[in-house]
């Protein structure tokens, strides 16, 4: 039986490999511990694709980032003006630039797409003491992130035929905002898609680490951080949270906002997280889609409240404010 630590704490102080298995063994004995969650095979080959993938995506974005280091060193900053270092222009430049071309006026006029607007600031960009010793080097860093991108393809293409039994459930949280198809994958894999295994989605919830801690003794509430939870699925569901945020005119962006506004952006973060997964929950319980309550959500709820706040700013900030009300 997998068990979870936490649960089977023996008493501290003369403490030795044979006491702790006797310990444990009575508490198997007695039914005092409790099995941990263990999917089935299919599930167990979908976490093994979708955490290599992310693992293999994170040593790619490090040898990007190695290769942006070794530009700086030749002088040339091409990350400056390109957003990415592995678009399609900025690996057009750095393949002539490998190949021999040093010109910088001939190099900026090789980008595609808008970044042909700023042709004066990358020929400034690209000028720099690119050497056949820095070219070298570079090719080495291309050919290391060509490799993981092509492992990263054939392994979503392996995960998109192992899917096919969840492949509903995939699309359905994936219309959920700030949720991708790949962070969907890993929500997948990582809790089953079968919602049965938890009691409610508070249960899942802390199942996966999104949730204050318990820890009050005597009326004193001693900690409230989250506990250590499933590394992978909230590293997923941090990525979906931060998107949401950003996004426009939606429920996750006002109440991120609304939360960071009082506690900070991380614990904002945490909480989009949390409310993503209690969504997840109902979701796959009820088979419904995402029902969007929009960014006026909280002013909708509570329109007086959001009234007296909007009048409030507004007279802080020296003004003196008549309210009159809109022709129906």
Not at 259 to 272: F, H, L, M, N, Q
Not at 317 to 322: P, S
Request: aromatic fraction near 4%.
């Amino acid at each position: 039986m997998l068990v979870n630590p936490r649960h089977v704490k023996n008493l501290p102080g003369r403490k030795t490999d044979v006491s702790d298995a006797a310990w444990l063994a009575q508490l198997g004995a007695h039914g005092l511990v409790r099995g941990s969650f263990v999917p089935p095979e299919p599930i167990r080959q979908l976490r093994d694709l979708t955490r290599m993938r992310t693992t293999i995506i994170r040593e790619r974005t490090r040898e990007i980032q190695r290769l942006e280091k070794l530009m700086e060193d030749t002088g040339v900053k091409l990350s400056s003006v390109a957003t990415e270092m592995h678009g399609v222009s900025a690996r057009i430049m750095l393949d002539a630039l490998v190949a021999g071309e040093r010109d910088p006026v001939v190099l900026a006029d090789m980008a595609k797409g808008r970044l042909r607007n700023k042709s004066p600031e990358l020929t400034e960009a690209l000028t720099g003491r690119f050497s056949e010793h820095h070219a070298f080097l570079v090719q080495i860093q291309l050919d290391l992130i060509d490799q993981r991108a092509k492992a990263i393809e054939e392994i979503t293409a392996r995960i998109e035929v192992m899917m096919g039994p969840f492949r509903q459930a995939r699309d359905l949280i994936s219309t959920i905002p700030g949720i991708s198809t790949k962070v969907a994958d890993v929500i997948i894999a990582e809790t089953g898609a079968d919602m049965s295994r938890f009691p409610s989605a508070g249960h899942l919830a802390s199942w996966a680490g999104v949730c204050p801690g318990s820890n009050e003794s005597a009326g004193r509430v001693k900690s409230t951080r989250t506990r250590p939870g499933n590394p992978y699925l909230k590293g997923a569901l941090g990525i979906a949270a931060l998107s949401a945020s950003r996004s426009h005119d939606t429920y996750y962006a006002a109440k991120y906002r609304r939360i960071a506004s009082r506690r900070g952006p991380v614990k904002a973060v945490v909480a989009i997280e949390h409310a993503m997964l209690i969504t997840v929950w109902n979701m796959l319980q009820t088979g419904e889609t995402f029902n969007e309550p929009g960014g006026d959500f909280y002013s909708k709820r509570n329109p007086e409240k959001a009234k007296r706040r909007a009048v409030d700013q507004l007279r802080n900030l020296g003004y003196t404010v008549t309210l009159e009300p809109t022709a129906a």
